[in-house]
């Protein structure tokens, strides 16, 4: 059996398990054996599924972190939302936190689904592995894996457009011309 090996983007933590701020003991039968290092406490599952703030690594203190105004246009619902996201918040995941709702599919940077279109200011998107490089120097970014860098005003693009500017040129030729004779080798060899 195959196992598929996760690539960087893929394996970049969304959720851990939070910090715990209460006093717990270790059970009598523990404490008779000096040997014994660790030990288990049962963990409720609103514990698991808390989100935490997810950053780069470069921030050390979080209240020294610029933070930065983000103004969306949500083109396909119609919607204007403002919030403020620090320069070490991916943006999509900061919106989430404060219960606004914006358009993702894969969270890591290798899809389009949350694409949008810088209207003005930057951000930094070291992991969006989903729009070309010639996209990003036209002025699309992805949601799920841009940090700010600026005050930032985007708006929201549609999949199927960003998909066609990006592949467009490779599958316009036009339909693909039958070849009844390569068919006929191919089901030959089976």
């Known amino acids: 059996m195959d196992h598929a090996i996760p690539c960087n983007p893929c394996i970049i933590p969304i959720y851990r398990k939070p910090t715990l701020n209460r006093q717990t003991t270790l059970p009598s039968s523990s404490r008779r054996h ?14 698991l599924q808390m989100p935490v703030e997810i950053n780069d690594g470069t921030a050390t203190n979080s209240a020294s972190v610029p933070t930065h105004k983000v103004t969306v246009h949500d083109r396909q619902r119609g919607v204007v939302h403002e919030f403020f996201v620090p320069e070490d918040q991916y943006i999509l995941h900061t919106a989430e936190a404060q219960n606004i709702t914006l358009p993702f599919a894969c969270r890591h940077g290798c899809c389009t689904s949350c694409a949008v279109r810088v209207k003005s200011g930057q951000l930094n998107q070291p992991q969006a592995l989903g729009i070309s490089a010639e996209l990003k120097s036209k002025g699309y970014a992805l949601l799920c ?19 066609w500017l990006q592949f467009g040129r490779y599958f316009a030729r036009g339909p693909i011309e039958r070849d009844d004779y390569a068919l006929e080798l191919a089901m030959g060899d089976e």
């Open 34 to 47: 000096s040997n014994i290092t660790k030990w288990r406490r049962k963990t409720t599952s609103s514990e």
């Open 145 to 163: 894996v841009g940090f700010p860098s600026s005050d930032l005003e985007v708006e929201t693009q549609d999949e199927d457009e960003v998909y």
